[in-house]
């Protein structure tokens, strides 16, 4: 199939813009990118998808989403007012996770799949808890994931706040799935260690992890530093900061997605970067959660490879490129920062983390790339064109403005319809399920 007549990003160097161009896709690879004049001429047996001057761009990834955080929305807050992160963790999160049952999950999943798959999103990053419903939560996840039609990497949040048995089950729930997607060797599908927080996680329970995960290949996804107890409980009971303990224990490196990273020093940064361990930006849970402004601009000027997520605060990865453009220009209070270093950790970065996972290249319109694209509505007021297309995903495209988005070459969503599913009978249970769980105790 051809997808074509339309303005097409690439984000390949060599080829990054094509004012009416065009993408031909077989067998879940991208097999030629070219002007649509060229292309229907080259190929003139093959069905044309015309998309009528839309924009047509890479499919999106998200290197960190809280899932199981859905069925927060719309719930009752707790009538203890919320005075810094902790209490937010001890108040909501904690709460909801107790909560959580498999079918919770389940709708949670399908749901969350649905609306990032509506914002052009092909490839998600998961960290999951749940510390009442663990055994199997991966699988049900999974599930959700496969029905949908989107790539996942999933991974279970060990923590030592519920006791040793749900420290134990936890670890055995990622490697379980770990084992598991290394049989089915899915392109779909693969499995990482979710490690919560350092000051959850005692050395005893560290060693422990870093012993289940020995001939995995995989690694971690943790939060490291996001609030400043963290890095409190680090110096008090340990006397480093949180990058240094958990380098000790093995927990950093490549294959590693170490999210936040906000209560670090310069020696730590250069930890980060020796060791190759991705850190994931999320502007909007940060500004959020009050938890404070992640030093990235100088962490990109060390050259760590910094992705940007969205931490179950919205499904939308452009709301995050937005907001990642002004937080930093708010907090050094100059307007002249950000406008390299966002785009670069979505476009380019991210695809790079999931390069780490699955086999092939992601977020690039290319030949022998996965055929992971999308088609935006959008119609540019003012020149497009190789130099300023950023600027015009920046100021003028929102996750909802996307009306197709195609995943391993078959097309989940066409003019805004999900096709691999009934949506409204899917968020139709969704609501009778979530109001359940927020009557449970």
């Known amino acids: ?29 991208i097999i030629d ?31 960190h989403h809280h899932i199981y955080s859905a069925f927060a929305r719309g719930m009752k807050s707790s009538e203890e007012v919320p005075k810094n992160f902790l209490d ?37 990053f998961d960290h999951h808890a749940g510390p009442n419903s663990i055994s199997g939560s991966l699988d049900v996840i999974a599930e959700a994931a496969n029905t949908v039609g989107i790539r996942s990497c999933l991974c279970y949040e060990v923590s030592d706040r519920d006791g040793t048995k749900i ?25 990482m260690f979710g490690l919560h927080a350092s000051f959850t996680l005692s050395d005893e329970s560290l060693k422990k992890c870093q012993e289940a995960l020995k001939g995995t290949d995989v690694g971690y996804h943790v939060h490291i530093a996001e609030g400043h107890d963290d890095l409190k ?30 209560h670090i020093d310069e020696s730590e940064m250069d930890i980060l970067k020796n060791t190759e361990t991705n850190v994931v930006h999320n502007p909007e849970s940060n500004m959020g959660n009050a938890v404070g402004c992640s030093p990235i ?7 760590i490879n910094l992705g940007l997520g ?6 939308d990865m452009f709301e995050s490129l937005k907001v990642g453009n002004i937080i930093h220009k708010h907090e050094k209070r100059n307007p002249s920062v950000a406008w390299t270093e966002i ?44 130099e300023n297309y950023n600027s015009h995903l920046l100021f003028g495209v929102a996750g909802k403005d996307v009306v197709t988005t195609i995943i391993d070459g078959k097309i989940i969503m066409k003019d805004r319809k999900i096709l691999t599913l009934n949506e409204k009978e899917v968020f139709k249970n969704s609501r009778i399920v979530s109001k359940k769980m927020w009557l449970r105790d």
């Open 88 to 124: 937010i963790l001890e108040n909501l999160w904690w709460k909801v996770d107790k909560k959580l049952t498999h079918e919770d999950i389940k709708y949670s999943a399908l749901t969350t799949y649905i609306d990032s798959v509506k914002n052009g999103i092909t490839t998600l």
């Open 33 to 63: 990118v070219d002007s649509f004049d060229s292309m229907k001429k080259r190929y003139p047996e093959e069905i044309v998808m015309d998309v009528e001057n839309r924009l047509i761009m890479p499919g999106l990834i998200n290197t």
């Open 297 to 303: 601009l100088e962490m990109f000027s060390k050259g």
């Open 233 to 262: 409980d680090s110096l008090e009971r340990y006397g480093e900061g949180v990058v240094k303990r958990l380098q000790r224990y093995g927990v950093l490196g490549e294959k590693t997605i170490g999210v936040h990273c906000i």
């Open 310 to 315: 969205t931490d179950g605060y919205t499904n």
């Open 167 to 191: 420290l134990n089950e936890g670890i055995e729930e990622n490697i379980r799935f770990i084992k598991r997607c290394k049989n089915e060797k899915s392109n779909m599908l693969k499995g």
């Open 343 to 386: 785009p670069t950790m979505l476009f380019k970065n991210n695809r790079k983390i999931a390069q780490k996972y699955f086999k092939g290249e992601f977020g690039i319109l290319k030949k022998n790339a996965v055929a992971d694209l999308i088609v935006v509505d959008y119609d540019p007021l003012t020149e497009m064109n190789e």
């Open 1 to 29: 199939m051809i997808i074509g007549n339309g303005r097409v990003i690439t984000h390949d160097e060599n080829s990054p813009y094509f004012e009416n161009g065009a993408v031909l896709i077989k067998n879940g690879k």
